[in-house]
C-alpha cells in the first residue's frame, strides 16, 4: 500500500466515524462497517499508524457504543499522522471525508434528520469545498430534504441512490449495488442544482437544458449574449454555467435531461468548476 493509499484509508476512516456518529446511535450494522474497515487493512496492520488505530476502533466498538471520547482518541492519533504526512491537499483531503461521512452514514442502510443535520453542519464548516465536486450536489440535495423537515420512502431512496455515488461499496459490507440503478433514474434534477448560486453573466459560458418556463431558447440565447456572456448548444470544457429549465414541471427528473446534467458531473467530476443552476437563479441574476 502506497502513501496515497494510506492516507485515503485513514481519510475514509475519519468520515466514517464522524457520520456513523452523527445520530449519537450505534446499532449493530455500523460495528460490523467499522470491522470491516479494520479487516480491510488487515496486510499493514502491523504497520505505523494503523497498529496504533486498528486495536483503538476495535476497543471502541466492542462494548456496541460509540462516544464521543473514544471518537476523538481515534481521530487524535488519525489527525497526527495527517499532520506529519501531506501527500493530499486540503481539498482533496476534505473530499475523502466527507466521502468517508457519506458511508457512515449509509453504513445501516438508513438515514435519519439527525445525520442530515449533523452532515449539513460539517458542510458549512467546510464551505472551501464550495464548487468542488460533489460539495454543492450534496448540499442542495440535502437542504431540499431537510426543508420540511421529514424525510419520506421517495426522498430517503433519493439520497441513497445520490451517496452511493461516493462509496466503493467494493470495500463495504452492508451496502450493495441492488436496486440503486434503478433509484437513480427516478432521482430528480432540483437536488442536484446549487443552492443561490453566484451567477456571473458578462464573459461566462452558458448552456440550457431542458424547456424554460419562460423563454424559448433561441430568446435565452440572445438575453446572455446581450449581457456580455457566451451562449453554446452543448456541453464543453470551459462552460460555467449550465442552466436547468424546469417548465413549471416539479417532478423533472435525470432521465429527462440525462445527456446534458451527466457530461457536466463528469467534467465536474474531473475538477472543472461547472455551476448546475435552477433557471430560478438565473432569471434573478439577470435582475440583480
Keep these: 500500500m502506497g502513501k496515497a493509499e494510506f492516507e485515503k484509508a485513514l481519510h475514509t476512516l475519519k468520515g466514517l466515524l464522524l457520520g456513523i456518529h452523527a445520530d449519537r446511535k450505534l446499532n449493530i450494522n455500523e460495528i460490523e462497517e467499522l470491522q470491516h474497515w479494520c479487516m480491510l487493512q488487515n496486510d499493514h496492520k502491523n504497520m505505523h499508524p494503523f497498529k496504533e488505530i486498528i486495536p483503538l476502533v ?24 495527517s499532520k506529519e504526512n501531506n501527500y493530499y491537499d486540503l481539498i482533496t483531503h476534505d ?30 464548516d467546510n464551505d472551501h469545498l464550495e464548487s468542488t465536486y460533489p460539495y454543492d450536489e450534496v448540499y442542495s440535495m440535502i437542504s431540499n430534504v431537510l426543508e420540511d423537515g421529514i424525510i419520506d420512502e421517495k426522498e430517503h431512496k433519493f439520497l441513497k441512490a445520490f451517496f452511493t455515488d461516493f462509496i466503493d461499496t467494493t470495500a463495504s459490507l452492508n451496502i450493495h449495488d441492488v436496486d440503486i440503478e434503478e433509484m437513480k433514474k427516478e432521482m430528480r434534477i432540483s437536488g442536484i442544482c446549487a443552492i443561490d448560486p453566484n451567477i456571473e453573466l458578462r464573459d461566462s459560458v452558458f448552456c440550457f437544458t431542458g424547456e424554460s418556463s419562460k423563454m424559448k431558447r433561441n430568446e435565452i440565447k440572445n438575453v446572455i449574449e446581450d449581457k456580455g456572456g457566451i451562449f453554446k448548444n452543448n456541453i464543453v470544457n470551459n462552460l460555467n454555467y449550465l442552466i436547468v429549465g424546469d417548465n413549471n414541471n416539479p417532478c423533472w427528473t435525470f432521465s429527462c435531461y440525462g445527456r446534458k446534467i451527466e457530461k457536466a458531473i463528469g467534467l465536474r467530476k474531473k475538477g472543472k468548476q461547472i455551476v448546475i443552476a435552477h433557471e430560478v437563479d438565473f432569471w434573478d441574476a439577470l435582475v440583480e
Design 58 to 81: 476495535i476497543q471502541s466498538i466492542e462494548d456496541g457504543i460509540l462516544s464521543t471520547d473514544e471518537i476523538n482518541d481515534v481521530l487524535w492519533v488519525v489527525n497526527s499522522y
Design 95 to 124: 473530499i475523502q471525508i466527507l466521502h468517508g461521512i457519506l458511508h457512515g452514514i449509509l453504513s445501516d442502510n438508513k438515514i435519519n434528520e439527525k445525520e442530515l443535520v449533523s452532515l449539513r453542519n460539517w458542510l458549512i
